[in-house]
């Protein structure tokens, strides 16, 4: 079992939609959990960083976190075309300072 | 903001030749600088966790005699593919750490990527 699981997608929405994004993990050990945005052939992108249980919001971003459940999910809302991009869920603090990435979602927006 | 960068952006090589390839903190320093690859469609895999002026830590089943590491100052690391295959093929990200930040992994800041290509 990978330690953090994450649908690969693709997932596919209408502009404007809502998008929900999720990882589960098994280690209780993580402490942080973050999302990355990477578009095609770049560099992942930070956008969202939470510590604790509960939700985190910014702009059209929230993060929610569930650490009983060992559950994160990003949303997404008022979805935009140039929000289609993979997004991948990391968690830290299980050891060291090494992040443990999900496998990514690709989403795309279409008008 | 944190800006990382990478060079080259891509490159295309001959089985059997080293590639260097540079990760360089902008506009800040850091202290920790950890090396991924990443395959077609598939996440990001850590190789190696690089300190300024020690030892790059290598993860299990990485070969740190073909993918040396070095991070000579606290705004540049270096990863040299030494004889390189055509497996050696991917995308190779960096990311740093800025100095001084707390033991939180929200100060680490990703590279552009660099694409390797193997003949």
């Known amino acids: 079992q990978k330690e953090v699981e994450q649908d690969p997608g693709p997932l596919s929405v209408p502009e404007g939609a809502i998008v929900s994004l999720n990882c589960t993990y098994s280690n209780s050990a993580f402490q942080y959990f973050m999302w990355y945005r990477q578009y095609s052939r770049k560099g992942p992108e930070l956008l969202m960083y939470?510590?604790?249980?509960g939700n985190k919001e910014d702009g059209r971003f929230t993060a929610q976190v569930d650490k009983s459940s060992k559950y994160i999910s990003l949303f997404i809302r008022d979805s935009q075309p140039s929000d289609s991009a993979t997004y991948l869920c990391a968690m830290g603090g299980g050891g060291g300072n090494k992040l443990t990435f999900g496998t990514g979602t690709q989403l795309k927006v279409e008008l | 903001g944190a800006v990382v960068s990478q060079h080259p952006s891509w490159v295309i090589c001959k089985s059997g030749t080293s590639v260097k390839i540079e990760c360089r903190s902008l506009d800040f320093q850091a202290t920790t600088m950890f090396w991924y690859r990443q395959f077609p469609k598939q996440s990001l895999m850590l190789m190696a966790t690089?300190?300024?002026?020690?030892?790059?830590?290598?993860e299990q089943g990485v070969e740190k005699d073909k993918f040396l590491i070095n991070h000579a100052s606290l705004t540049l690391s270096t990863l040299t593919v030494t004889s390189a295959h055509p497996e050696d093929s991917s995308f190779y990200i960096c990311?740093?750490?800025?100095?001084?930040?707390?033991?939180?992994?929200?100060?680490?800041?990703f590279g552009p990527g660099t694409r390797l290509t193997v003949l």
């Open positions: 939470t510590y604790s249980s």
């Open positions: 990311s740093a750490r800025a100095a001084g930040g707390r033991d939180l992994l929200d100060t680490q800041y």
């Open positions: 690089s300190n300024e002026g020690s030892k790059a830590t290598y």
